[in-house]
Structures are given as C-alpha cells and as structure tokens.
C-alpha cells in the first residue's frame, strides 16, 4: 500500500519528489493562500506522513489525523511543531542533518557585511541619486565574533569569519571543544563583554527565549553588530531597537522575526541601520535540494520503522519514556 503524505508547502524541491514518487507516494501540496485549511486536510485525508516546510503543526492538526505515522521537519528546527502532542501520539519528529548550515552561514556573513558597510542603505540613495561617497563602513578584519551556540553552521560560520581576518569566540555550554582558532568562553557574559559581532546559532527552547535581552545588548560593545539566523524568539526586539537607537549598536541583520511575516509597522523595519530578510538562509538551490530529498528519506524510514539516517528523531528520549 503507498504512502500518502502532505508537505504543508506549495512545492519541495525535485530531489525529495523524486524520493517519495519513487516510493510510490501520493503526494499532498497545500497551496498558497490556503494555510488556514491545514486542519481540514489532515482530518479528511488518510496523511501517513508530514514533511513540515512553512507551517506551524500544532497539536490541533496532530489530533485531526488519525492515521499520522511520521512528523519530518525540512529544516534543523523543530519549534513549529507541538513535541508534545506528537508523542503523546506515539509520532516520532525528525530533523534533518547539515543539509542547509552552509547555505544559512553564508547569509550571516552577508548580513555582518551588509550591515558593516551599510549596503542597503547606500545602495537605495544611490538609486535616488545621491552619491554618498564620504561615508564611513566598519572593517571586520580584526574584530571580535561571539557565536552563540557552535553546532554546523556555527562552525560553518567560524570559518568564513577566520578567513577575512576576524578573531573568532564561542559560547555553547554543551560542547567541549572548540575547532582550532576558536575561543570556548566560560560564559554568555564572557562572550558578550569581548564581541564586536555576535551571530545566533541557539535553538529557541524556553530556556533560550529572549536570551538576548536588555541586559545582554548593554553588555555588548559600544557600536557592536547583531545577527541572527536561528530563531526570533531568541532576541527581546523591543530592547534590540532601543539599544541601536540609542547608538550603542551600530545596527542588526534578521533572518527571522519573533513574529513572521514582519508585521505592518514594526520597529525594526523601519530602522535603516537593521537588514531584515524573510527567513530564507537555508532557501539556497544546494541547501533547498539536499534538505528535500533528507526529509523525504526521514519520513519513509520513520514509516518503513527505520532510523532516519539524515537527521534526528527529537522526540526519541521522550518516546522511549512512554514506552
């Protein structure tokens, strides 16, 4: 018997099709504009498996589908879905591997720099016929950048910083040993007192949530850059825009909002000192077709009751309790 399984996306990219068709899967899209049907679809169709692209799957659509074997998330974070409602479903969660930290470290390059340089910016009084020659950029060879958590693309990120010259420290109290020309700080504290860039590489968890906040953006130096590709929640945005308002940071680039799309009139998307992007760092041709075809092959182990070999299953330690 195939497999029915709904990717809550308009499209996955031809490398995790060709997997899943292989397999003899019926394949179920969900069209834009019609994410509010999420619910109605997983009650009324015989959906084996979710590939989990672009919506939140809470424990309401978990409940709806019956027959819900397998969650794969296309991606490496797993706060969108309701961990807890899928075990108590007996439903493993799986993420997949490194298939997109290159692509999301080469944005928090770009951001650094864009920000650094004032890219945007210039670029738009360019385009309305200025010439603003005279004004200054940071140079990032030779500066100070904290890394907040160091898993894949963390590290990815660590590299790409080394090569144009910047001194490279880390914060991540679950990992030992740093690469080589990293510095392991004992603290946040520590970290944040010495960085003239700081880079998110934190999952969100309730730990984690605004862990940047006001008191850590005054911790930072004076002129200091902001980036984040990991999750919104990690950062008080509040505090974010009155930190570089005020002129002790210099500005901020976002992958990620606490709250997406950005509202209508959010603070932060007014200020030209912050660069905001709709939260594509792993939206990249490589990064797009190796985490399809890695969350396609999750879903059919999860169902063929297999280990993913891509990845993780999240909720493991949870669903051996239960057992």
Same mark, same amino acid.
């Given at each position: 018997m195939s497999n029915t399984i709904l990717i809550t996306a308009p499209r996955l990219a031809v490398e995790g099709r060709e997997v899943l068709e292989l397999a003899g899967c019926r394949l179920l899209f969900i069209p834009k504009g019609e994410e509010e049907r999420l619910v109605q679809i997983m009650s009324s169709q015989p959906i084996d498996a979710v590939i989990a692209r672009t919506l939140p799957i809470? &424990?309401?659509? !978990?409940?709806?589908?019956?027959?819900? &074997?397998?969650i794969s998330r296309h991606g490496v974070g797993h706060d969108a879905v309701d961990i807890h409602a899928a075990t108590e479903r007996n439903i493993p969660v799986t993420v997949v591997g490194e298939t997109n930290a290159q692509s999301v470290a080469e944005l928090a390059i770009g951001l650094m720099i864009a920000v650094a340089r004032d890219i945007p910016q210039l670029s738009e009084r360019v385009r309305a016929g200025e010439w603003p020659r005279q004004t200054p950029g940071l140079q990032l060879s030779g500066r100070v950048l904290g890394l907040v958590g160091y898993g894949a693309i963390a590290r990815h990120v660590a590299r790409m910083a080394g090569a144009i010259g910047m001194r490279v420290m880390a914060y991540d109290p679950a990992v030992d040993k740093m690469d080589e020309g990293v510095r392991k700080t004992p603290s946040l504290e520590a970290l944040l007192a010495e960085s003239d860039v700081l880079s998110l590489h934190c999952p969100l968890l309730p730990e984690t949530r605004q862990l940047i906040d006001r008191s *850590?953006? *005054? *911790?930072? &130096?004076?002129?200091? !850059?902001?980036i984040n590709t990991a999750r919104g929640g990690l950062i008080d945005e509040d505090a974010l825009a009155e930190a570089i308002a005020s002129g002790h940071l210099q500005g901020a680039g976002l992958d990620t909002l606490a709250e997406e799309p950005v509202p209508p009139g959010h603070r932060l998307a007014r200020m030209p000192q912050v660069v905001i992007m709709p939260h594509v760092g792993g939206n990249s041709d490589a990064a797009l077709a190796l985490t399809a075809r890695a969350a396609a092959e999750n879903a059919l182990a999860i169902l063929a009751g297999k280990r993913p070999s891509h990845g993780r299953i999240v909720n493991e330690d949870l669903l051996e309790m239960r057992r």
């Open positions: 809470g &424990r309401e659509a !978990i409940a709806a589908c019956q027959g819900l &074997r397998a *850590a953006l *005054a *911790a930072l &130096r004076t002129g200091a !850059i902001v």
